[in-house]
């Protein structure tokens, strides 16, 4: 299996940059595809972006696209988002989750491993 441990999220204004980082514990990190997923008080969980086993493809949501960019180090066990001109409205829970074999279209209940969640809160 798969462990996930999430960090980076905090507290920022409009505007800002944060960036995640999702840390697996290893030993098959670089066979899983991997994404980014959140969650809003009071909404659904919505994917934010994906990306491939070899860091080659990847995919965003289109209220994140241009502003966001997911990334993976796989000699590093980790993978990224890059969080730029945040807006309020990216205000959530952002969980980084795994799974192997998934296309990058795949919705949440495909993947099998997930992190603790990080808030994320964009004051306007």
């Known amino acids: 299996q798969v462990q996930l441990v999430e960090s980076g999220g905090g507290l920022v204004q409009a505007g800002d940059s944060l960036r995640l980082s999702c840390a697996a514990s290893?030993?098959?990190?670089?066979?899983?595809?991997m994404a980014w997923f959140r969650q809003a008080p009071g909404k659904e969980r919505e994917f934010v972006a994906a990306?491939?086993?070899?860091?080659?493809?990847?995919k965003y949501a289109d209220p994140v696209k241009g502003r966001f960019t997911i990334s993976r180090v796989n000699a590093k066990n980790t993978m990224y988002l890059q969080m730029n001109s945040l807006r309020s409205e990216d205000t959530a829970v952002y969980s980084c989750?795994?799974?192997?074999?998934?296309?990058?279209?795949?919705?949440?209940?495909?993947?099998?491993?997930w992190g603790q969640g990080t808030q994320v809160t964009v004051s306007s």
């Open positions: 989750a795994a799974g192997y074999g998934l296309g990058l279209g795949s919705p949440s209940n495909s993947y099998n491993y």
């Open positions: 290893g030993r098959t990190f670089s066979t899983y595809t």
């Open positions: 990306i491939s086993w070899s860091g080659s493809m990847s």
